[in-house]
């Protein structure tokens, strides 16, 4: 009898000990699993941040260049962002599906949005100085907005079509943290949603494939896409 009682006892004692083992290990592992994944999002955002600070220093070199290679600069500087800006935003999209709205998301959002206004600037520049073939779009959305969503995709569509030749520049005006937004508001007087301007002629509400194709295709010098 005694026997059977102390082998009892060895077997609660070794499943206790492995059931420790066991939690020690998933501890253990959580722990390892967090520092590559901290290791993962802080070597990203360095990344993020040498990316970010090349557009600022090329923007500023823009800004002191003259002569008659000015407009090949530009225009090359154009196309870097252009490629610059895509993984960027995929990255975001990655954190909205996941629903990770964390620091990281917030500072990335920050400054992809602002790295579109600045980009925004610099196709200004272009089309005026170099006369680049180009369309530009101001597309304003909040979350309370239930058409946003149809208005968006339809700009993608577009964009798919006329590709570096139309610029769509999505601002949403739910993001309050950065100031310039209520510059922009201000300055297009932007009270509803959706609202576009398109080549700083501001359309309130939504606009369907053929009324963005009426007011887009005609500002092009060379019809292409879905303006051809």
């Known amino acids: 009898m005694q026997t059977r009682i102390t082998s009892s006892k060895n077997k609660y004692f070794a499943a206790g000990v492995a059931t420790l083992i066991v939690f020690v290990l998933g501890i253990l592992l959580g722990i390892v699993i967090d520092q590559k994944k901290y290791e993962y999002v802080t070597g990203l955002a360095m ?3 040498v990316e970010f600070n090349s557009l600022q220093v090329q923007y500023l070199y823009l800004d002191n260049i003259g002569g008659p290679n000015s407009c090949k ?7 870097n962002n252009l490629r610059m800006f895509q993984p960027i935003l995929e990255r975001l999209i990655d954190y909205e599906e996941n629903k990770q709205y964390n620091n990281e998301y917030e500072l990335l959002k920050r400054k992809y949005l602002l790295a579109n206004i ?3 600037l610099l196709a200004q520049r272009s089309k005026a100085e170099c006369g680049t073939d180009l369309v530009r779009v101001l597309y304003f959305y909040n979350s309370d907005c239930k058409i946003c969503g149809d208005q968006g995709f339809l700009l993608s569509n577009l964009k798919d079509s006329l590709e570096d030749k139309l610029l769509v520049f999505p601002i949403d005006m739910d ?6 937004l209520s510059v922009l508001s201000t300055q297009y007087e932007v009270t509803e949603f959706p609202t576009l ?9 939504f606009q369907d494939k053929a009324a963005l194709i009426s007011k887009i295709c005609p500002l092009y010098k060379e019809k292409t896409g879905i303006c051809a």
């Open 118 to 120: 600045r980009y925004d």
């Open 73 to 79: 600069v530009i225009e090359q500087t154009l196309e």
């Open 175 to 180: 993001f309050t943290k950065e100031p310039i």
């Open 197 to 205: 301007v398109i080549e700083d002629t501001k359309y309130v509400g």
């Open 47 to 49: 990344e993020q941040e």
